[in-house]
């Protein structure tokens, strides 16, 4: 494989390892963005079917320049930076876009944008080294080989100031790990190890205090330095901040432009645009500019000059070069191509999978509250169950219908038990993820089907570890008999089980939009194993319109194959059932309807439930997206 070069750059005084990316300029004409009316607005005589939240916007952001999107509450700047970067997922988007001077195509943007979100979602189990290593993994072009990699991610934690937090785990926000600060900082490493040409950022200062936000804005600052095209909204910052951008695009309530042009040295530029028009009220001395001009350009202050900013602005010398400018960078550089990449991801699926699985392991390695609890949950229900039905399962204590159906009960219970505390267990933990995973597939990291594969094979070690804990404790203590065809008929059908019940409850989350109703959901699972799975109602006394549902109930498979397997083959057994003699075998298939010549399909049942729901699941992360933008 061929070796990608790496250039040096100086930044802040250092030389840093830069690799190489195409500078490039965004470019937008007349962005118009249409939203549904919400109901709350019809009430109050908002009769249009359609909103508008951005009015012919124009503009353009180049590379090394430090660009701001301002405005008060409502103003629509993290809306235009959502359209911008193709983040929003409803809507209707009207205008030209352009990248480098070629209509703006998504699945290539992505390659060579990044996005920081004002939400900062990591995994919480994982260091700030591993997260950038990883998405440098699945980022990088191939061509970039390992060492160099690797040299980048260290650049990069240098950049960001984070090499001596590299070793630290992320954490859950406000309860472990990074500070707020500190997890900004590390989703700007994320995005820049990707190597981008233009990052989006939404209020990176956010929440911070004037230290924290001074420290991420340095950070900001050396990104742009590198000659990529940085965009950030922002909140009425501090002096400091708001003098560190070059261009700035001040927008007012309902989406229009006011301002577009150079902040200038200590603001000079834009306070001479504003105190320019009749009635503006100049600004004190040591006032803070960027507050100043938030003030005399409110609503309020509209209303008592009687101008419409939005118009003056149309109408000045600034919106007509600004025109011409973005008319010109919309035409393509000549020698220049359109953005293109022979493959929808950076790395082939074996590597994606590869890297989902590296990440997973170390989750999962670091969550004792998900994976020691459960190992310790079935330790203790084995040795429960194995006290009170103690030799229960031997064949030759087992005289009457009561006695088979204890046993039946024993095998039920320990099976839903377990089956259910891993539904339960796993639901939380998958949910955790996800909002992570819509992070990771609006940057094109991954396919959805690698991290779904992934999450799908990570479980399995876990569950055979179960398995062994409860074939070792509760299978002797019970009594069941030691020959090898019971024993690997019970190991298979447990492990089956335990895995159709973890990869339903993964389903589940991946199928609703939160974990409340994925709770719920999963209750009325649950519900319907109890009563059709054939233990509380025998399936010959389930009503023929209802009997589909014990043949689609996971749990009846397992049983059947539970019992055929242990006693299924005992016909010179004979017991009391009911005042008459019949043998085991029998009774089993009389009364509960079990029967050992299904065994094969029953074996093929099990089976296919692990592998549909689990198959539903990756499924639903491919397709299913709960987050609105």
Request: with cysteine; hydrophobic share 45%.
């Amino acid at each position: 494989m061929e070796e990608t070069k790496i250039t040096m750059l100086k930044i802040g005084g250092l030389r840093r390892m830069v690799l190489p990316f195409t500078p490039l300029i965004i470019s937008f004409q007349d962005v118009n963005y249409y939203v549904d009316t919400p109901a709350e607005m019809r009430e109050h005589g908002y009769m249009e079917k359609k909103l508008q939240l951005l009015h012919n916007i124009t503009g353009a952001f180049q590379p090394g320049v430090l660009s701001a999107l301002m405005g008060v509450t409502g103003a629509g700047k993290t809306t235009l930076l959502d359209v911008l970067s193709g983040r929003k997922t409803g809507g209707v988007i009207e205008g030209d876009i352009r990248i480098g001077g070629y209509p703006k195509i998504q699945q290539t943007f992505a390659r060579i944008s990044g996005y920081c979100e004002q939400t900062d979602v990591h995994s919480p189990q994982i260091t700030v080294g591993e997260s950038v290593a990883y998405s440098a993994w699945l980022r990088l072009p191939p061509e970039v080989d390992a060492k160099a990699r690797n040299e980048f991610v260290n650049e990069v934690l240098e950049t960001i100031e984070l090499d001596e937090i590299r070793d630290s785990l992320v954490g859950i926000p406000g309860v472990n790990g990074l500070s707020t600060e500190q997890r900004k900082r590390l989703t700007i490493a994320v995005e820049l190890v990707s190597n981008p040409s233009i990052i989006f950022m939404d209020e990176p200062t956010s929440g911070l205090d004037a230290r924290a936000a001074a420290i991420v804005m340095r950070a900001v600052k050396n990104v742009a330095d590198t000659g990529r095209t940085v965009v950030c909204t922002i909140h009425q910052p501090s002096i400091d901040i708001f003098e560190a951008f070059d261009e700035l695009m001040l927008m007012k309530r309902g989406g229009e432009l006011i301002y577009a042009g150079p902040v200038g040295h200590h603001s000079c530029e834009v306070i001479q645009y504003f105190q320019a028009i009749p009635g503006v009220p100049s600004i004190k001395d040591k006032y803070n500019p960027s507050t100043w001009m938030l003030e005399v350009t409110s609503t309020s202050m509209e209303l008592q000059l009687g101008v419409d900013f939005a118009q003056i602005y149309r109408e000045s010398s600034m919106c007509k070069d600004k025109d011409m400018l973005v008319k010109r960078l919309s035409i393509p550089v000549p020698g220049t191509s359109d953005l293109h990449f022979s493959t929808q991801f950076p790395q082939k699926f074996r590597e994606q999978f590869k890297a989902c699985l590296w990440k997973q392991c170390l989750s999962y390695w670091r969550t004792p509250s998900y994976n020691l609890v459960r190992m310790v949950f079935i330790t203790v229900a084995c040795i429960f169950f194995g006290v009170l039905f103690w030799q229960k399962g031997n064949i030759n204590h087992i005289n009457d219908q009561q006695g088979l159906i204890t046993i039946l009960g024993c095998m039920y219970g320990t099976t839903l038990f377990s089956g259910i505390n891993n539904c339960q267990s796993v639901m939380p933990f998958v949910s955790v993820e996800r909002s992570v995973v819509y992070r990771e597939r609006f940057a094109g990291m991954y396919s959805p089907w690698a991290y779904s594969f992934a999450q799908v094979a990570m479980e399995i070690p876990y569950v055979l570890v179960q398995v062994v804990i409860f074939m070792l404790i509760a299978y002797p203590m019970i009594g069941y008999e030691w020959t090898a065809a019971k024993f690997f008929w019970f190991m298979y059908t447990m492990l089956c089980t335990l895995f159709y019940f973890l990869y339903l409850g993964m389903m589940i989350v991946s199928l609703t939009p939160n974990i409340q109703i994925a709770s719920i959901l999963a209750s009325m699972f649950y519900t319907l194993q109890n009563l059709m799975s054939g233990f509380i109602v025998p399936a010959p006394q389930i009503p023929k319109w209802w009997i589909w549902l014990y043949y689609i109930s996971p749990m009846s498979w397992t049983l059947n194959v539970f019992f055929t397997t242990q006693f299924g083959d005992h016909d010179d057994r004979m017991i009391d059932v009911f005042g008459e003699t019949k043998s085991v075998a029998a009774f089993m298939r009389d009364y509960f309807g079990f029967r050992r010549d299904l065994l094969p399909l029953a074996a093929v049942a099990l089976a296919a439930f692990p592998v549909l729901f689990a198959a539903l699941f990756g499924y639903n992360i491919s397709k299913l997206n709960f987050q609105r933008r």
